[in-house]
């Protein structure tokens, strides 16, 4: 009958009522929606990094870290990402020279990484290919196809089919030049990796080179990526003298961001809680307050304190439940919503290929959150009711009785 | 047989710049049975002693004791029950849960008791029947006219079946017609159900059927007249 009276009473003050709900219901859906864009932004950057070119891990000598020389490549280095590539939870190893070299057109020159790849392995890597905004994956070209990026691509003035010659040294310090025909024109989510970076064939720089054997970086992709600390140890076990990192080593910058966005993240929620906070305690008080006479007769009656306590409670918890309900659906439904069609950013594009943020973001949310948030949200309301309730047991029957309203 | 006690019962307030003294050392007995009415001025303490009397507010000193045990010593959670299942409250204002029917209002007296469903929908129905609401006890408080809501109110005193019914002013917002059936009404009850019931009020016609009339002025009681038709014999 506590029960019932609470429901009763709720739906006197329909408006006040519809109220409170609504901010409840609004506060676990801002909560719900904006935890997901944050918590989807980061995963797809994170992702993009990975595809683009970090992949999940990748190994390295450590001369090669500290200078990352072309001598300092991996010993066994083809062989060393053959036995990795066999290992069960791999998908791919993608087996790279990186060289730091010149990229030039008849036009104009800039410094460029030039990555040497095996393109069938580092399809499976990373998703370079399906960056391809102009001509195709190396493909088109017969001799020494080159993939070059679209913002070095507007600095040299290449175009489909353009001239490029490469110019770096050698592993016995002599300067080579080779020359390549591009392929292919890249976009990432990056600028200033489209700005920096062409891919060719590895044979080709073999070729060039006249050396087949050096490997300087090998990235590995795992089938999941739940696997990476697992073979991580693995990984480190078996090559002890090597330098083997994860992409969180690799990329700290996405660690740090990470962590920014999870205090954002407390200081967006705190704020709405105690947006939450303060309108309920006001609502809740005003209701209260309304009912002074008719508390003081239920004290006066009989009814204990606590009972009166439990009363007011069970109105605002009852109005945090369905609020709760009303409030998780429509935050799921946002969050299904956006997370199949995105949020597309295209319009701030630029200034978020600057930080390698795609432009589209898909929100996602664990699990996990709903529950944890919407109990937050819930806890939030019930204990907004506290002052209101507390103020009503302290009433003397004597005086609210006598109160009119 | 003394049911409500009270010695040199003194109420004092003191909130504001100048004390007011509302009783003035009040002596009182009342018994079992009687159908007391006190009467008086505005401002002669004729509320402030019923609210005493009903463990509503304290007295600065004396006692006050309601079958022999002294109210003023008790807690507040237990004075709540002590009124729970001694004291019947009929106001002013009828004072009714306004989103309760008429038969959940006598209900929950009794639900706060802790008896059972079964139990206090029977008891409900029974007491509304007793105050002539048989067929209304459905309706809600705004469905029901005054007289019909404060008989709701007289059922609700009953129901947790109490030593005595406090009635505030009861026919103060009722006129003549139904503030009669109200008298006949709680008359009846002190007859046949031994009730006893005491009164705050103005009214004349309630004066008139009182079996005995006591006359506050000032915080004192000025007289205490018995009537030919009352169960006490003297005081």
């Known amino acids: ?405 | 047989m003394a049911l409500i006690e009270i010695k040199d019962l003194t109420k004092i307030y003191d909130d504001n710049a100048f004390p007011v003294t509302a009783l003035n050392k009040v002596n009182l007995v009342v018994e079992k049975e009687e159908f007391t009415a006190i009467v008086g001025p505005s401002g002669s303490g004729k509320t402030t002693l019923l609210n005493i009397i009903g463990g509503l507010d304290k007295q600065t000193s004396g006692i006050i004791k309601i079958n022999n045990t002294d109210i003023s010593k008790l807690k507040t959670d237990k004075m709540i029950d002590f009124r729970l299942h001694n004291i019947g409250f009929v106001f002013q204002a009828y004072n009714l849960i306004p989103v309760f029917t008429a038969k959940e209002n006598v209900e929950f007296i009794m639900l706060l008791q802790g008896i059972s469903k079964e139990e206090r929908e029977k008891k409900a129905v029974e007491l509304l029947q007793a105050v002539d609401l048989g067929d209304r006890i459905d309706n809600r408080p705004t469905e029901l006219s005054g007289g019909q809501q404060q008989r709701v109110a007289v059922a609700r005193a009953l129901a947790s079946q109490p030593s005595f019914v406090l009635a505030d002013e009861p026919t103060a917002n009722l006129d003549s017609v139904t503030a009669n059936n109200l008298l006949d009404l709680m008359e009846k009850l002190n007859k046949e159900h031994k009730m006893t019931f005491v009164f705050s009020t103005h009214d004349a016609r309630v004066i008139e059927r009182a079996h005995r009339v006591v006359t506050l002025r000032d915080g004192r009681i000025e007289k205490d007249e018995i009537r030919q038709n009352s169960k006490v014999n003297a005081t």
Do not use: C
């Open chain 1, 1 to 405: 009958m506590l029960i019932a009276l609470a429901w009763k009473n709720i739906w006197r003050n329909k408006k006040r009522s519809l109220i409170i709900l609504t901010a409840i219901t609004l506060g676990i859906w801002a909560g719900l929606f904006s935890v997901a864009v944050m918590i989807g932004s980061w995963d797809t950057t994170v992702n993009s990094t990975i595809d683009r070119n970090l992949s999940h891990l990748q190994i390295h000598t450590k001369a090669f870290k500290d200078d990352n020389l072309i001598s300092n490549y991996i010993p066994n280095g083809p062989v060393l990402a053959d036995n990795i590539r066999k290992l069960p939870q791999v998908k791919d190893v993608s087996a790279r020279v990186l060289i730091e070299g010149m990229a030039s057109s008849p036009g104009s020159s800039g410094g460029a990484n030039i990555i040497g790849v095996d393109p069938e392995h580092e399809k499976n890597v990373t998703t370079i290919a399906n960056y391809i905004i102009d001509g195709e994956y190396f493909s088109g070209i017969k001799r020494n196809p080159i993939l070059v990026g679209a913002k070095l691509a507007d600095k040299l003035g290449l175009k489909l089919r353009s001239k490029v010659v490469l110019s770096f040294q050698n592993i016995d310090t002599t300067l080579t030049y080779a020359a390549f025909r591009v392929a292919g024109i890249f976009r990432t989510e990056s600028s200033m990796f489209d700005g920096s970076n062409v891919f060719v064939k590895q044979s080709d720089l073999y070729k060039v080179m006249n050396n087949d054997r050096i490997v300087s970086e090998i990235a590995v992709r795992l089938k999941s990526s739940n696997d990476l600390d697992s073979t991580l140890s693995q990984l480190r076990g078996m090559y002890p003298s090597l330098v083997i990192e994860s992409w969180k080593q690799l990329a700290p910058e996405l660690e740090l961001t990470y962590q920014f966005m999870i205090v954002e993240l407390e200081i967006f929620l705190g704020i709405i809680m105690a947006a939450l906070l303060f309108g309920i305690t006001n609502t809740m008080l005003m209701s209260v307050m309304d009912r002074v006479r008719e508390f003081g007769v239920l004290l006066a009656v009989g009814m204990k304190r606590m009972r009166v306590f439990f009363l007011i409670l069970f109105e605002t918890a009852i109005l945090s439940f369905f609020g709760g309900i009303i409030g998780m659906m429509l935050g799921s439904f946002t969050i299904w919503y956006f997370s199949d069609k995105g949020i597309d950013l295209s319009l701030f594009t630029e200034g978020f290929s600057a930080w390698g943020m795609p432009s589209i973001l898909y929100p996602a949310l664990p699990l996990s959150f709903y529950g944890i948030l919407t109990s937050m949200i819930i806890l939030t309301a019930i204990i907004a009711s506290i002052y209101p309730s507390v103020k009503t047991i302290k009433l003397r029957p004597a005086d609210a009785i006598r109160t009119y309203g």
